[in-house]
């Protein structure tokens, strides 16, 4: 069973997927066979659609659809905003970016659903996360091409919440928060339609006792749309550590390759997400190497990636 990642920064981390895809194309060999790219996902800055995270992306957009063809890789726009109202519809930007990335979409590639063994990143399909559904509804009916997921910003922690939104049939995936990654009696027993529907977010560093997790995306939310508002404070014990992947490895609804392989997989879910946007592409890399990287090859992805003079890794 192939297994799909989606991997942060569509526009943040334009420059170090262009060195990377590459390698993943032309050596193959140096990475699990088991993977693949499911899609790229991220926001331009100044993205009033925006949420999840401040977007700080600045790669054009037309580079960036250009690129995803290419490699045949589903680009995501990450269009989380919760606070979206009426008079955001109009947005210019949002809209422009909406049409430059529906045109880049293969309009045949639901045929990926109805057959399971064609392989769903050749279709390069374009999609959209979203919160919204003043937001969903407006792009669906304008834009017609994409496909729809559900957004982890939801906060979805209910088990029979998150089985409401597998049902609704506009969304291909559904991320639910990561507290309920570890959830094995109620996951196992969801039918195979909905485990295909399932999207974890494998790597979040986030305090798991937190309670304030859905107003530190509004206050995102908030920012996104230009409100003058004051920086949400982490309630976290430890949110002066900032992000660290070590530390990620340890929180309780971590799910390493191991689990992947040995506990997913065989359970019948196919897609993981990785968070990152707001982090350093250095940071990225590690992410690349730990979940698709064959460890006996991972040192040559990173001199290949540390040697290549055109990027400014951080």
Same mark, same amino acid.
């Given at each position: 069973?192939?297994? %799909?990642? *989606?991997?942060?920064?569509? %526009?943040?981390?334009?420059?170090?997927?262009?060195?990377?895809?590459?390698?993943?194309?032309? *050596?193959?060999?140096?990475?699990?066979?088991?993977? /693949?790219?499911?899609?790229?996902?991220?926001?331009?800055?100044?993205?009033?659609?925006?949420?999840?995270?401040?977007?700080?992306?600045?790669?054009?957009?037309?580079?960036?659809?250009?690129?995803?063809?290419?490699?045949?890789?589903?680009?995501?726009?990450?269009?989380?905003?919760?606070?979206?109202?009426?008079?955001?519809?109009?947005?210019? +930007?949002?809209?422009?970016?909406? /049409?430059?990335?529906?045109?880049?979409?293969?309009?045949?590639?639901?045929?990926?659903?109805?057959?399971?063994?064609?392989?769903?990143?050749?279709?390069?399909?374009?999609?959209? $996360?979203?919160?919204?559904?003043?937001?969903?509804?407006?792009?669906?009916? +304008?834009?017609?091409?994409?496909?729809?997921?559900?957004?982890?910003? +939801?906060?979805?922690?209910?088990?029979?919440?998150?089985?409401?939104?597998?049902?609704?049939?506009?969304?291909?995936? &559904?991320?639910?928060?990561?507290?309920?990654?570890?959830?094995?009696?109620?996951?196992?027993?969801?039918?195979?339609?909905?485990?295909?529907?399932?999207?974890?977010?494998?790597?979040?560093?986030?305090?798991?006792?937190?309670?304030?997790?859905?107003?530190?995306?509004?206050? &995102?939310?908030?920012?996104?749309?230009?409100?003058?508002?004051?920086? *949400?404070?982490?309630?976290?014990?430890?949110?002066?550590?900032?992000?660290?992947?070590?530390?990620?490895? +340890?929180?309780? !609804?971590?799910?390493?390759?191991?689990?992947?392989?040995?506990?997913?997989?065989?359970?019948?879910?196919?897609?993981?997400? $990785? /968070? !990152?946007?707001?982090? !350093?592409?250095?940071?990225?890399?590690?992410?690349?190497?730990?979940?698709?990287?064959?460890?006996?090859?991972?040192?040559?992805?990173?001199?290949? $990636?540390?040697?290549?003079?055109?990027?400014?890794?951080?």
């Amino acid at each position: 069973m192939k297994i %799909f990642y *989606h991997l942060p920064g569509l %526009f943040e981390f334009y420059e170090l997927y262009k060195a990377f895809l590459p390698l993943f194309r032309e *050596h193959r060999e140096y990475f699990y066979d088991w993977c /693949e790219i499911g899609s790229i996902y991220g926001a331009p800055n100044d993205c009033l659609w925006g949420g999840g995270r401040v977007g700080f992306g600045d790669a054009q957009p037309d580079s960036v659809a250009a690129l995803m063809k290419e490699y045949g890789i589903s680009a995501r726009l990450t269009f989380s905003n919760s606070l979206i109202r009426e008079e955001h519809l109009a947005d210019r +930007k949002c809209n422009k970016l909406c /049409e430059i990335f529906e045109s880049g979409a293969d309009t045949n590639a639901d045929k990926s659903r109805e057959n399971p063994n064609v392989n769903e990143i050749r279709t390069n399909q374009n999609s959209i $996360i979203v919160h919204s559904d003043l937001l969903l509804n407006y792009i669906k009916s +304008k834009y017609p091409n994409y496909y729809f997921v559900s957004s982890t910003t +939801k906060v979805i922690t209910d088990f029979e919440q998150f089985k409401t939104e597998l049902s609704r049939e506009e969304f291909r995936y &559904v991320v639910p928060d990561f507290r309920l990654n570890k959830q094995f009696d109620k996951l196992n027993v969801l039918t195979n339609e909905q485990k295909q529907k399932v999207e974890f977010l494998c790597n979040e560093c986030c305090w798991f006792g937190c309670y304030d997790r859905k107003k530190c995306y509004e206050n &995102v939310s908030r920012k996104s749309l230009g409100e003058n508002c004051e920086d *949400h404070i982490c309630v976290s014990p430890t949110a002066q550590r900032g992000y660290r992947f070590s530390d990620a490895m +340890k929180n309780p !609804g971590f799910i390493g390759i191991e689990d992947i392989q040995n506990i997913y997989a065989p359970a019948g879910f196919r897609h993981f997400k $990785i /968070e !990152g946007r707001s982090l !350093g592409s250095a940071l990225i890399l590690e992410f690349l190497l730990y979940y698709m990287t064959k460890p006996e090859h991972q040192l040559k992805v990173r001199e290949e $990636i540390y040697l290549d003079s055109t990027l400014d890794l951080f």
